[in-house]
């Protein structure tokens, strides 16, 4: 956390004081959002656990970004909601990335709002207030940017903005590619189904494992949220990408080409049944059309 929060200081100091052109500024904001990203992904993981030290380091790594209020949405909504229509973050079938951001992104903000709303009424205390678990890393955020903009200048903030939301957009191109498609049915109450294995994909690669704190062995962390990543499991027989999730960003990227490679790799998941796809609503009708799908409606 210290060295994630040390590499985003110096690039916004870089950008300040460098005679940078507008591709080294552009460089700048890949470089510093990546490094955002690798924050978010260390919030992920200690934002899962039950230690009150490793709750406020999952905190404090969120807020350089302004991307706090994911350790409300993460833990309470998508691992409650995740491979079904309300789930915000999780992508449908037939809906690219382009859209996907524009769904995701106000809808895991509302999300953690109201669930945050709702635990606080719970509890008999004020929405605006210290207890506020989405106020206290947007607090962070509020004091780091000021004390950067008083440093370095305001001309800092459009920096700031860019590189956070390129950041922010890393979370979203994995939540993209982790449950695609994926859906767990209703049973004859009208309630989803347990998360089961099959309702993430997995990719067991090296360089991702390294990179990302096991990230991509989704299954097993759905069925065990507070296993510590070092402990997630691989396991074969669970919905499997065709290559690390940094090449599945890259396919993502170029809609045309994901559907080429992830559509017929999902329905050899799940067979031929609409009822059993998360589809896109808009693209409903097509899909059917050009896979042939079962579809009562």
């Given amino acids: 956390m210290p060295v994630l ?21 552009l460089a700048m904001v890949l470089t510093t959002g990546t490094v955002g990203g690798f924050c978010i992904n260390l919030g992920h993981e200690l934002g899962h656990k039950n230690t009150a030290l490793e709750r406020w380091l999952a905190k404090l790594v969120l807020a ?9 949405e993460h833990n309470r909504g998508h691992h409650r909601d995740v491979a079904t229509p309300a789930d915000p973050a999780s992508s449908r079938m037939g809906e690219s990335i382009h859209h996907f951001v524009l769904r995701e992104m ?8 109201a669930l945050e709303k709702d635990r606080l009424a719970r509890q008999h205390l004020p929405l605006l207030s210290w207890h506020n678990e989405i106020l ?9 940017w000021a004390g950067l903009a008083l440093w370095l200048g305001v001309a800092i903030l459009p920096f700031l903005l860019a590189a956070s939301f390129w950041a922010n957009f890393q979370l ?10 994926l859906l767990r049915r209703k049973d ?15 990719s067991n690669h090296v360089f991702s494992n390294w990179a990302l704190f096991h990230l991509q062995r989704h299954s097993d962390h759905h069925a065990h949220p507070l296993r510590r990543y070092q402990s997630l499991r691989h396991f074969d027989e669970v919905p499997q990408l065709p ?16 559907r080429r490679v992830m559509d017929p790799r999902l329905l ?16 409903r009708a097509a899909i059917v059309r050009k896979y042939g799908l079962r579809d009562l409606g």
Wanted: proline share 10%.
């Fill in 5 to 25: 929060w040390a590499a985003f200081i110096f690039s916004a100091w870089w950008v300040a004081t460098q005679p940078l052109p507008w591709h080294g500024v």
């Fill in 64 to 72: 350089p970004t302004a991307y706090g209020h994911f350790f409300i």
């Fill in 106 to 113: 106000p809808g895991a903000a509302r999300r953690a709002w």
């Fill in 136 to 144: 206290q890393p947007a607090l962070i955020t509020a004091l780091l």
């Fill in 172 to 181: 979203t191109s994995a939540n993209y590619v982790e449950h695609y498609g």
């Fill in 188 to 202: 004859a109450s009208g309630h989803y189904e347990p998360c089961r294995p099959q309702h993430s994909w997995n």
């Fill in 243 to 258: 290559i690390g999730y940094f090449g599945m960003f890259t396919l993502a990227y170029v809609p045309p080409l994901w």
């Fill in 268 to 283: 050899a998941q799940v067979g031929r049944d609409a009822a059993h796809i998360n589809i896109d609503p808009r693209q």
